[in-house]
């Protein structure tokens, strides 16, 4: 099984190649195409995941929510105190947040709000309370993320924002700074304000939060208190880190099937496309079949040979779209598909994909292109190894 | 040597039109003979040479070279045998013309995978006796006539095989290089070797290296 | 029902198997029934044609197959990240009913398709093709076990619910579990130990006597107790942990992916003993299968051996 490189052979394949110029080079171009827009989207997807798990590291081990009829409910805010006596939990904290709705400009703002005295459950938040002037005026203040202000600045609001409350009056808040949180996904749409200001526009009582929480010592043990406070509180939600994350990991799993599935009906037409092309024989090369076949070629040989032809075409093609894709995505930063996988809200966020290289993406890939490729060209290599050199040779 | 036993060889082009190449055909080609297939066009000449170098199957009867059934051969083995036994020249050459002098002459070589020194000793050996050694990197398209010729005479000589065919070999040649092709077969009739040729040219006619002249008409040896 | 792009891809690929499996299984029949070298009518040559086509895609099959059990297996490991209680692909194999099966088959079939190949160009070296109608009968048998396979690995992935718990291979492979595999744990270690080192004695002495089809039985016979040991002992030298049994997590990074050696070895080397029995062929071909089984074979052996004697090297005592 051990036999030596056929050289000769591969040589070969490569002037054969060379002579069907135009043939192979529209296919090369076609299957690089392909595996370039592929490879791009896994490539973009992985970033991103990478992205959204650091953040999901960055957020609390547990967050306790309400559930009433189903849907979430604002959360007493003593309940702190008894997950505090839960043994293994270090911290609870009840936040208070929720999303305005900025109907001029068609966005949603996350509002979060902060006491000054309290620990922040966030290093950003923690910088935004000890260095703006977010507490130090007497009025409402805030500060917003970059995507804000200038969504904010668009609809002519340079220094403060008026918040329409629920019972329909106004009420002003001023800018006082502008900041950026630990990744860019999270912090282009948030506005930090007091505890206070946030309850207020959105009409909770002060007995009230929207959720709880919970920091924990030992983060093996999370599942173990998560079950302890579902006790304590049977009409709550939990919700872990780790179930975050595999969330993100279903739906950017769910996104990439999407595109999979187009992809593959793409491959499809591809895969006609090539068996087409490749059954397509002029007589220039049936004729050369069989002059090969009658100065002593196989058919195992010729079958070899088309066989290195195949597999050099798509390699070939496999590597450049590969490479294509890497600059496209870490040099060029994807413009236009990177727009299709993080477009939630109107506040994209231009931030920067970082480099992650997985050697399963390239093997998965490479699954998807250069089989598939060989495949669509069994049938047609083998009616050409099979033609009879008589009478291709008259 | 060569020995075909009551051959017949005959073509289904459709349904109700056959086409009967060979009729009941026998001869033999003894060792070292070099045999002349004289006769027109459709006479069944070609289809001989296709049936020694098993590129083609008799319909029925049996092709014998060197004691061996070659008639029945699989496809594979007939290859085989065709490379390292027949040289065959065809009437067109069949070279592949964006291919050099060389990469044509070792193409029988390329799926045996051999040793470079091996290969390169073949190459020149071929390529010296026939005269080609200088255009060796030239591209065949490049090459006149008469040279492209002796690129075909080595292609079929480099696996040093034991039979020589060729087809109509002076069909496209003036009378210059159809007696330079003539002088190449006097070196090969002194390296013994077999050879068989299919042609109508009158050259060949009582030529002094001929052993024998077989007469072939509409399918049938006279 | 769980659809990353790795499951897709591997749908993908199964469905194109699948296709070109059936055409091969069609010319198989065709060739069965029809195969006669004697005659010389068209038909037959049809079918020397057409056998050049059912062989390529067998062996198309192969090559693809093998590297894409690989990915299988990582796969499978991918997934366990999203399965709770998993930690590698033992838990994601006993998610399932299915699970356990298909891998066993997967294993089955990469011997049964290795053996066709090894069947095949041996067949082709010979003028009369003696083994033809052979080699497309055996075909024909394992083109059931290769569809069977595809479709269980489809119900497989599609039965998967990241919802539901699943076992950590230390319940699976522990003496505890109610699973089929505990019960090899209730055999003597000891016992396993001197059979796998006896009949890889065997092996070698078989070897010497060229005793084929003895060479052959006792490779088939390695197969499993080298599997079994391998849970059992030697498994948990290479974790260094006396109750770490699974033999999937020596395939990850943390383990320097030496599970992938160590069954490579062990596939080569027996596969090979049982072509040395069961493909006839010239002799310096079997004795080139009769060296690389040895060879193989010695090689897992002394790997797995290493393990142990490190351990103990280092440590100064057993686990």
Same mark, same amino acid.
């Given at each position: 099984m051990r036999k030596k490189i056929n050289f000769y052979l591969i040589e070969y394949a490569i002037n054969a190649i060379l002579r069907q110029k135009y043939k192979n080079i529209f296919i090369a171009t076609t299957l690089t195409f392909l595996i370039f827009l592929l490879t791009s989207i896994f490539f973009i997807t992985n970033s991103i995941k990478y992205e959204l798990n650091s953040t999901v590291d960055a957020l609390p081990e547990i967050v306790v929510q309400k559930i009433k009829a189903g849907r979430h409910y604002d959360i007493e805010t003593h309940a702190t105190e008894e997950i505090l006596a839960i043994t293994g939990v270090v911290d609870a904290v009840a936040r208070v947040w929720g999303y305005y709705y900025f109907e001029n400009a068609g966005v949603n703002f996350s509002l979060v709000g902060v006491d000054e005295f309290e620990a922040q459950y966030k290093e950003s938040l923690q910088r935004v309370v000890e260095t703006s002037e977010l507490m130090n005026t007497q009025d409402s203040s805030m500060v917003v993320g970059r995507g804000v202000k200038d969504t904010m600045q668009k609809n002519y609001y340079k220094d403060y924002f008026n918040f329409i409350k629920p019972d329909g009056t106004l009420k002003r808040v001023d800018l006082v700074g502008v900041f950026d949180g630990d990744t860019q996904l999270e912090s282009n749409d948030i506005i930090v304000m007091s505890k206070a200001d946030v309850r207020e526009i959105f009409d909770m009582r002060e007995s009230m939060a929207t959720d709880i929480v919970v920091k924990v010592s030992n983060p093996d043990e999370v599942a173990t208190i998560a079950?302890?406070?579902?006790?304590?509180?049977?009409?709550?939600?939990?919700?872990?880190? !780790?179930?975050?994350?595999?969330?993100?990991?279903?739906?950017?799993?769910?996104?990439?099937?999407?595109?999979?599935?187009?992809?593959?009906?793409?491959?499809?037409?591809?895969?006609?496309?090539?068996?087409?092309?490749?059954?397509?024989?002029?007589? &220039?090369?049936?004729?050369?079949?069989?002059?090969?076949?009658?100065?002593?070629?196989?058919?195992?040989?010729?079958?070899?040979?088309?066989?290195y032809e195949g597999f050099i075409i798509s390699f070939f093609s496999y590597m450049i779209g590969v490479i294509l894709a890497v600059g496209f995505v870490y040099i060029f930063q994807a413009p236009l598909l990177q727009n299709i996988f993080t477009g939630y809200s109107q506040l994209k966020t231009s931030f920067e994909l970082p480099f992650i290289f997985d050697v399963q993406t390239l093997f998965l890939v490479f699954f998807l292109s250069v089989p598939i490729y060989i495949a669509a060209t069994i049938i047609p290599s083998w009616k050409i190894s099979t033609l009879d050199a008589d009478e291709v040779i008259r | 040597m060569i020995e075909l036993k009551n051959v017949t060889k005959s073509y289904e082009i459709n349904k109700n039109n056959i086409v009967v190449a060979l009729n009941d055909v026998s001869m033999k080609i003894g060792e070292g003979e070099l045999v002349v297939l004289r006769g *027109?066009?459709?006479?069944?000449?070609?289809?001989?040479?296709?049936?020694?170098?098993?590129?083609?199957?008799?319909? #029925?009867? &049996?092709?014998?070279?060197?004691?061996?059934?070659?008639?029945?051969?699989?496809? !594979?083995? *007939?290859?085989? @045998?065709?490379?390292? !036994?027949?040289g065959f020249v065809f009437q067109k050459y069949n070279l592949i013309t964006t291919l050099s002098v060389k990469e044509n002459i070792l193409l029988p070589l390329v799926p045996l995978n051999p040793d470079p020194d091996d290969a390169d000793e073949k190459l020149t050996r071929v390529m010296e006796m026939f005269k080609i050694s200088h255009k060796k990197d030239a591209i065949i398209k490049n090459l006149s006539g008469g040279e492209q010729q002796r690129v075909a005479i080595a292609r079929a000589n480099v696996n040093e095989p034991k039979i020589i065919i060729a087809d109509e070999p002076t069909a496209n040649l003036d009378e210059k290089l159809s007696l330079h092709f003539i002088e190449m077969l006097k070196e090969l009739k002194k390296l013994n070797k077999t050879i068989v040729i299919a042609t109508h040219d009158p050259l060949f006619f009582g030529l002094d290296i001929v052993d024998r002249e077989i007469e072939m008409h509409n399918g049938a040896i006279i | 029902m769980i659809l990353t792009p790795e499951v897709l891809a591997i749908f993908i690929l199964n469905t194109i198997f699948a296709f070109f499996g059936i055409i091969a299984f069609y010319l198989s029949v065709k060739i069965y029934l029809n195969w006669d070298l004697s005659s010389t009518s068209k038909a037959q040559y049809r079918l020397e044609k057409q056998s050049y086509l059912a062989a390529t895609i067998i062996k198309f099959i192969f090559i693809i197959k093998v590297p894409l059990f690989l990915f299988f297996v990582f796969t499978l490991d991918k997934i366990s990240n999203v399965l709770t209680g998993a930690m590698c692909g033992a838990g994601v194999v006993d998610a399932t009913d299915t699970g356990t099966a298909l891998f066993v088959l997967k294993i089955i079939n990469l011997y049964i398709f290795a053996y066709w190949i090894a069947l095949h160009n041996e067949d082709v070296k010979h003028e009369k093709q003696p083994f033809l109608k052979q080699k497309f009968a055996f075909f024909i048998i394992a083109f059931f076990l290769f569809m069977a396979e595809l479709v269980i690995e489809g119900v497989m992935f599609g039965s998967i619910e990241i919802d539901k718990m699943v076992s950590c291979c230390g319940t699976l492979y522990s003496s505890t579990s109610t699973s089929a595999i505990s019960s090899i744990f209730a055999l003597d270690t000891s016992l396993l130990l001197y059979m796998f080192y006896g009949i890889f004695l065997l092996i070698v002495v078989f070897y010497f006597l060229k005793n084929k089809y003895l060479f052959a039985i006792s490779n088939a016979l390695f197969v499993p107790i080298s599997l079994i040991t391998l849970i059992v002992f030697f498994g948990t030298?290479? @974790? &260094?942990?006396?109750?770490?049994?699974?033999?999937?997590?020596?395939?990850?990074?943390? @383990?320097?992916?030496?599970?992938?050696?160590? @069954?490579?070895?062990?596939?080569?080397? #027996?596969?090979?003993?049982?072509?040395?029995?069961?493909?006839?062929?010239?002799?310096?071909?079997?004795?080139?299968?009769?060296?690389?089984?040895?060879?193989? !074979?010695?090689?897992?052996?002394?790997?797995?051996?290493?393990?142990v004697m490190i351990y103990f090297i280092r440590n100064g005592v057993w686990l």
């Open positions: 079950s302890k406070i579902k006790l304590v509180f049977p009409d709550s939600r939990i919700i872990t880190k !780790n179930d975050l994350k595999i969330s993100y990991q279903n739906i950017f799993d769910y996104k990439s099937g999407i595109f999979l599935a187009l992809f593959v009906v793409s491959l499809f037409t591809f895969f006609i496309i090539i068996y087409d092309k490749a059954s397509g024989l002029s007589s &220039e090369e049936k004729r050369e079949i069989g002059i090969l076949k009658a100065i002593g070629w196989r058919v195992d040989d010729v079958l070899k040979e088309k066989f | *027109a066009s459709g006479s069944g000449k070609s289809s001989v040479l296709s049936l020694i170098a098993a590129l083609s199957k008799p319909t #029925t009867g &049996e092709v014998i070279v060197d004691t061996k059934q070659i008639s029945k051969l699989p496809d !594979n083995f *007939a290859s085989e @045998y065709r490379r390292d !036994n027949i | 030298y290479i @974790y &260094e942990l006396p109750s770490h049994h699974c033999p999937f997590c020596f395939l990850q990074s943390d @383990y320097y992916f030496v599970g992938y050696l160590i @069954y490579t070895l062990l596939f080569l080397g #027996t596969f090979y003993g049982l072509v040395v029995g069961f493909v006839e062929s010239k002799k310096e071909d079997k004795l080139k299968s009769y060296k690389m089984s040895l060879i193989f !074979n010695s090689l897992y052996v002394i790997l797995l051996t290493s393990f």
